[in-house]
């Protein structure tokens, strides 16, 4: 998919919520320069989206408008109908934390769930009963399909989140039964693993646990992704092992380096980077800058970027195998990206 920031400044970041921000550094000064993109912006970047074909093949998967808080960018239904026009499949995720039905940024969500775009969510089990609860409900019966992000600093956070779905859905009655029995497949796998091995490593937990799900029907589609909460290190870039299993380097798979760009995502000053990653692994190689770069420019800038990505991945696994893993290469790659 194409991954595209349209959003710099985000409610929770601002009330200082999400400590472990992996947007910005923590308690940092965002930029403001580019704080929503425009109308204009997003135009320039679906016209230079239709004329470079691995960006046009990612953009028929499906363009995830994010941030930030993209909910927040006044301009969202525009730069919604703007990238509607390269993809058939545009989604906006959110953080669902709105005061009431009566909030702009809620009927902004719900004019694009209305022109056939997807709204997905991240819980936020903090505000869940005050906001996030009654909107999702309401979320549900506007659309039919659903993906939701569930963020475990541990464990028992875990476990938590998910009997709090499982117990949701199973209120919603017969139409979310099927949600409602993943989530307590997952429920029932965790509390034996916690129960087995509460400090397991997290190769074990993985072989118990899949990240990703989908709950299928013919009335409603609900797909999971399971993400492990992260610290920052004391450069303020994101520390490359999770807080659920601190012992453990997080190895981040890059597809990039052998010629294939699952994910391309693309910051609202333009720079893009092949990652899910929205930057603050502070990955050196860059993929060119569509706001700027005409498209023959950005080919080029796409294999001088993947040709040193590979370079700096291989440098990166001589090391994991020497037993010196964690040291910045050359080539700016992240320590743990292989």
Not at 169 to 178: L, P, Q, V
Request: aromatic share 8%; charged share 25%.
């Amino acid at each position: 998919m194409l991954s595209i920031f349209v959003e710099t400044s985000c409610n929770r970041y601002e009330r200082d919520e999400c400590i472990t921000c992996h947007v910005f550094e923590p308690l940092d000064p965002y930029n403001t320069e580019h704080l929503h993109l425009t109308p204009d912006q997003a135009k320039n970047m679906a016209e230079k989206i239709s004329q470079v074909e691995v960006l046009s093949q990612l953009a028929q998967q499906e363009i995830n408008l994010t941030g930030g808080e993209a909910s927040m960018n006044p301009h969202i239904v525009d730069v919604f109908k703007i990238f509607k026009t390269v993809s058939p499949n545009v989604c906006l995720h959110t953080n669902l934390d709105i005061n009431s039905q009566e909030s702009k940024r809620w009927k902004r969500l719900v004019e694009i769930a209305e022109l056939a775009g997807r709204i997905d969510i991240t819980l936020y089990p903090s505000v869940w009963e005050n906001r996030q609860k009654n909107l999702l409900s309401e979320l549900i019966r506007i659309q039919n399909q659903l993906l939701i992000n569930i963020i475990y600093e541990n464990l028992p956070s875990l476990k938590d989140q998910l009997e709090l779905l499982k117990n949701y859905f199973y209120e919603k009655g017969e139409r979310f039964s099927h949600v409602a029995t993943l989530f307590e497949g997952y429920e029932e796998k965790l509390i034996a693993l916690m129960k087995e091995d509460p400090n397991c490593r997290e190769e074990v937990f993985l072989n118990q646990i899949e990240t990703q799900a989908f709950a299928p029907s013919d009335d409603f589609v609900l797909g999971i992704n399971l993400l492990p909460g992260f610290e920052m290190g004391k450069n303020g870039d994101r520390a490359m092992s999770s807080m659920p299993f601190p012992e453990d380097p997080y190895l981040l798979q890059c597809p990039a380096v052998r010629g294939e760009i699952d994910i391309m995502t693309i910051r609202q000053d333009g720079f893009m980077t092949p990652c899910c990653d929205v930057g603050n692994l502070k990955c050196g190689p860059k993929f060119g800058n569509l706001l700027t770069d005409t498209p023959e420019v950005l080919q080029i800038k796409f294999e001088e970027a993947r040709s040193l990505m590979a370079k700096g991945v291989q440098k990166n696994r001589q090391n994991l195998e020497n037993g010196v893993g964690g040291h910045w290469v050359e080539e700016l790659i992240p320590p743990y990206c292989i």
